[in-house]
C-alpha cells in the first residue's frame, strides 16, 4: 500500500505564497490536489496527468497556482500563490495506482492552510 504525506501547510497572509509537497512512499501516477474547508465539500483543486506531465485546474485557483512534479523524488507540489482567505481549507493529495486511470486510489492525511486577511 503507497502511502501519500502532504507538508508545506501554514498560516499566511492574504497575498501570500505556499507551497505543499506530497510525497509517495512508492510508484504512483495521476496525481491530484483538493481541499476541503469547514463545512464544504470537498473541491477539487487541480490535477498532474503522469504521461504527459499536462495540469489542469479548478477556475477559482486558475493563474494562482500551479502543480509539478519531482519524479526522482516522488514527490508532486502544489506551489499556491496570491492566497486568498478564501484558499483557507485542509488540502489534501491524491493519486492513482495505475497510470491510465483518474480514479484516486491513494490519499494522503492532509495539511492546514489557513489564509488571515
Given at each position: 500500500q503507497v502511502q501519500l504525506v502532504e507538508s508545506g501547510g501554514g498560516l499566511v497572509q492574504a497575498g501570500g505564497s505556499l507551497r505543499l509537497s506530497c510525497t509517495a512512499s512508492g510508484r504512483t501516477f495521476n496525481t491530484g490536489w483538493f481541499r476541503q474547508a469547514p463545512g464544504k465539500e470537498r473541491e477539487f483543486v487541480g490535477v498532474i496527468i503522469w504521461s504527459a506531465g499536462?495540469?489542469?485546474y479548478a477556475d477559482s485557483v486558475k493563474g494562482r497556482f500551479t502543480i509539478s512534479r519531482d519524479n526522482?523524488?516522488?514527490t508532486v507540489y502544489l506551489q499556491m500563490n496570491s492566497l486568498k482567505p478564501d484558499d483557507t481549507a485542509v488540502y489534501y493529495c491524491a493519486a492513482a495506482a495505475i497510470p491510465s486511470r483518474l480514479v484516486y486510489d491513494y490519499w494522503g492525511q492532509g495539511t492546514q492552510v489557513t489564509v488571515s486577511s
Amino acid at each position: 500500500q503507497v502511502q501519500l504525506v502532504e507538508s508545506g501547510g501554514g498560516l499566511v497572509q492574504a497575498g501570500g505564497s505556499l507551497r505543499l509537497s506530497c510525497t509517495a512512499s512508492g510508484r504512483t501516477f495521476n496525481t491530484g490536489w483538493f481541499r476541503q474547508a469547514p463545512g464544504k465539500e470537498r473541491e477539487f483543486v487541480g490535477v498532474i496527468i503522469w504521461s504527459a506531465g499536462s495540469t489542469y485546474y479548478a477556475d477559482s485557483v486558475k493563474g494562482r497556482f500551479t502543480i509539478s512534479r519531482d519524479n526522482a523524488k516522488n514527490t508532486v507540489y502544489l506551489q499556491m500563490n496570491s492566497l486568498k482567505p478564501d484558499d483557507t481549507a485542509v488540502y489534501y493529495c491524491a493519486a492513482a495506482a495505475i497510470p491510465s486511470r483518474l480514479v484516486y486510489d491513494y490519499w494522503g492525511q492532509g495539511t492546514q492552510v489557513t489564509v488571515s486577511s
